[in-house]
């Protein structure tokens, strides 16, 4: 004790809540109105993130394909020998080859690129497998926008097409959000093969 001072009649003690201060739980109808609020709020963002993935899914599509063109014709070059990049009716078979112009399937189903020796679009045994796309479940379709169907593109050893111009259309997978041309994209391929994509499925290639 410090001299000269007297000790406190009443010491510091530690203070309790009694019963009655006791915390008081989350009544029924406070528990109601936070599961409405929440239930809204995700009601609100479900069409927005459904929106989203629809947009992500096909740029990832736009995107996997102007990599695997320019791929191409890169390869071409490289070998000096024709290098085809073709749809596929089954890309990842044991031996897989282009679609037949019947078929009327889209790029969606898958492709594959390989180095076309004899340029003819078809691979023959020998010919050397580049690149295989699988299918893509995710994808609404990717076809041509008009005209007779677009199944290869074929670079010659200067890295440049042999063929003709296309307007292909990528859509989203459900019949809902191919209403919106925002959510599609369109990719142009130029007579000598070269791609670049537009950011609507209705977009014109000029």
């Known amino acids: 004790?410090?001299?000269?001072?007297?000790?406190?009649?009443?010491?510091?003690?530690?203070?309790?809540?009694?019963?009655?201060?006791?915390?008081?739980?989350?009544?029924?109808?406070?528990?109601?109105?936070?599961?409405?609020?929440?239930?809204?709020?995700?009601?609100?963002?479900?069409?927005?993130?459904?929106?989203?993935?629809?947009?992500?899914?096909?740029?990832?599509?736009?995107?996997?394909?102007?990599?695997?063109?320019?791929?191409?014709?890169?390869?071409?070059?490289?070998?000096?020998?024709s290098v085809t990049m073709c749809r596929s009716e089954d890309p990842e078979a044991a031996f897989p080859a282009c679609a037949g112009a019947k078929n009327p399937g889209g790029w969606e189903g898958g492709w594959i690129i390989f180095a076309d020796e004899d340029a003819n679009n078809q691979r023959a045994e020998g010919e050397d497998l580049l690149r295989v796309q699988p299918a893509m479940p995710d994808s609404g379709g990717i076809h041509r926008g008009s005209g007779a169907a677009y199944n290869q593109i074929r670079y010659r050893p200067n890295g440049w097409a042999a063929g003709a111009t296309a307007t292909l259309r990528f859509l989203p997978r459900s019949a809902e959000a191919q209403l919106d041309p925002a959510l599609g994209r369109t990719l142009c391929v130029s007579i000598i093969g070269r791609t670049r994509a537009l950011a609507r499925s209705d977009a014109a290639c000029s």
């Open 1 to 81: 004790m410090i001299p000269g001072k007297k000790p406190s009649r009443n010491p510091a003690q530690p203070r309790h809540r009694g019963a009655g201060a006791a915390l008081q739980g989350v009544t029924l109808v406070e528990l109601l109105v936070a599961v409405g609020i929440v239930a809204l709020l995700a009601s609100l963002a479900a069409p927005s993130f459904a929106r989203l993935r629809a947009g992500s899914a096909v740029s990832g599509h736009v995107n996997t394909f102007l990599a695997d063109s320019r791929f191409a014709s890169s390869e071409a070059l490289r070998r000096g020998v």
